[in-house]
């Protein structure tokens, strides 16, 4: 296979976490490592450590809105970035995000003649719903998401239903379906690891332990998990369920976990960024509880298949894709009271709980080295096309006014190139000017101290005659004196 040198964009990177994140960097490694020379762009964060990656990874300006949408929103009109960017001699430009990292990808292809490939990972329609009230502006931001995805040359979609989603939203072109991986190994993690991770958790043996991984909002369908719990402890039904992540809502789930009178069976832990651990967990739990709708691919879900890990997944939706009833997974309606009665009936069965997560193993598990390299051999026909004539025309409006943006940076550019130029002139000039002046002191501390040694060996000469002359009028004074006593004493 051909190797590439590809522009990675995206609103989120390490340190932010999240499931594109996370797909962006194995796409970044697994390229480095195998199929040519990755570089990340994405937004600043001031806690990031970059260093530890082995690819580059530039960063625009950004500003902290992090307590509105859990995210440092980026600044990427930035001449410097761009012209980074051009010198790269990019292949391909790969954006994992339909909003500010848009601007960049379309600008940097208007200037180097690339195509610009678009994986659509999130229900975007959702985001827009939680970030919008006004109906108006949401139908408004719609719009503009599906212009910047149609602008791409080829659009991705992680799983059939995430396509589906952008049909709901607009989008009219094409799409090929490119699922994302998982960064575990199929199997177990070590034991003693086990009870390391969980071994500050009330974790009574012989009861089912309930999982959850993820960002803590609500649209996870975490509601319908702690009402269907509520249901089972009402029963007099006794199991664990354990949140592991962090997000804007988990303030509020805590506080309806109390409400709910589960806060003795419902356990919280922090988001865990060693993978490692995560596993861990996957490995201790009987159940994987993910009645999410909004995810378009699942990729918990597949992380838990990686351990044997069965999961329950509401009918329909992206997470259930390529999953089979009792077979490989498990299937409810979107409700409390369908999560209640699946939960009620596998409690009493740890064996069949077992066989569907040995089947899930074996069938939905995928490595993201299977994954990229799928996605590298589509760049490659990605490029072939696009080399010969096979994409429209960029004409739209949008297209112009990204035209426009990259020409105003090549202004900006230039003007500050001449900026730089006369400031370097300038810089020249006070340099030659302070190298004069250096010389001239110089020249001057020189003079002084000749002079001054010449007035110092003068006033020494002066100094010897003046004393040999007192000397030599003390002798004739006393030679005076001598003739005064002889002749009258």
């Known amino acids: 296979m051909d190797k590439y040198n590809v522009c ?23 390229i480095a490592r195998q199929y040519g020379s990755p570089t990340v762009v994405t937004p600043y964060y001031p806690e990031a450590d970059d260093s530890v990656y082995p690819f580059p990874v530039l960063r625009y300006p950004s500003v902290d809105v992090t307590r509105f949408v859990g995210y440092r929103a980026g600044m990427p009109f930035s001449p410097e970035l761009m012209k980074k960017l051009e010198d790269s001699r990019f292949d391909i430009i790969h954006r994992h995000c339909p909003s500010t990292s848009t601007m960049p990808a379309r600008s940097l292809r208007d200037r180097i003649d690339v195509p610009v490939v678009f994986t659509y990972h999130t229900k975007f329609d959702i985001d827009i719903a939680n970030a919008i009230r006004s109906r108006l502006l949401q139908e408004g931001a ?11 040359d080829e659009v991705w979609t992680v799983s059939e239903g995430a396509g589906d989603n952008l049909r709901k939203l607009g989008y009219q072109g094409e799409y090929r379906v490119m699922p994302n991986g998982v960064d575990f190994p199929r199997g177990r993690v070590d034991e003693a690891l086990i009870r390391e991770v969980t071994g500050g958790f009330d974790l009574p043996a012989g009861l089912p332990v309930f999982l959850f991984v993820g960002r803590m909002m609500w649209y996870k369908g975490i ?9 089972l402890a009402d029963e007099g039904r006794d199991f664990r369920m354990v949140f592991v992540g962090g997000g804007n809502d988990k ?29 861990a967990w996957y490995c201790r739990a009987d159940l994987f509880l993910f009645p999410s709708t ?29 999953v089979t009833d009792g077979v490989n997974g498990f299937l409810i309606e979107e409700n409390a009271a369908s999560m209640a009665a699946m939960l009620r009936e596998l409690c009493g069965q740890r064996q069949t709980m077992r066989n569907v997560g040995e089947h899930a193993q074996r069938e939905l598990y995928i490595s993201w080295e299977e994954a990229v390299t799928n996605a590298c051999e589509g760049y490659g026909r990605v490029l072939e096309r696009y080399r010969s004539g096979g994409y429209p ?7 112009d006014m990204f035209r426009a943006t990259a020409q105003a940076m090549d202004n900006y550019d230039r003007a500050h190139e001449r900026q730089q130029a006369v400031l370097r002139e300038l810089e020249a000039e006070r340099r030659n000017l302070r190298e004069g002046l250096q010389s001239s002191r110089d020249e001057l501390l020189r003079g002084l101290k000749d002079s001054g040694e010449e007035l110092l060996s003068s006033l020494k000469d002066s100094r010897k005659e003046f004393l040999n002359e007192a000397r030599e009028s003390r002798l004739r004074v006393l030679d005076t004196l001598e003739d005064y006593y002889d002749r009258f004493l």
């Open 393 to 399: 025309e960029h004409d739209r409006f949008s297209d």
């Open 251 to 279: 303030d509020e789930i805590t506080a309806y976990t109390e409400e709910l009178g589960l806060g003795g069976k419902v356990l919280f832990s922090d988001p865990i960024r060693d993978r490692e651990r995560i596993r």
């Open 8 to 30: 990675l964009i995206n609103d989120s990177f390490p340190p932010a976490i999240d499931g594109v994140a996370n797909a962006v960097t194995n796409y970044a490694d697994i």
């Open 142 to 152: 719609a719009r503009l998401l599906v212009e910047n995805i149609a602008a791409c």
């Open 294 to 322: 909004f995810d378009t691919n699942g990729l918990v879900v597949r992380e838990a298949a990686a351990c044997a890990l069965a999961s329950v997944l509401v009918r329909g939706s992206c997470a259930a894709e390529d």
């Open 223 to 231: 509601r319908i998990i702690l009402d269907a719990l509520r249901l």
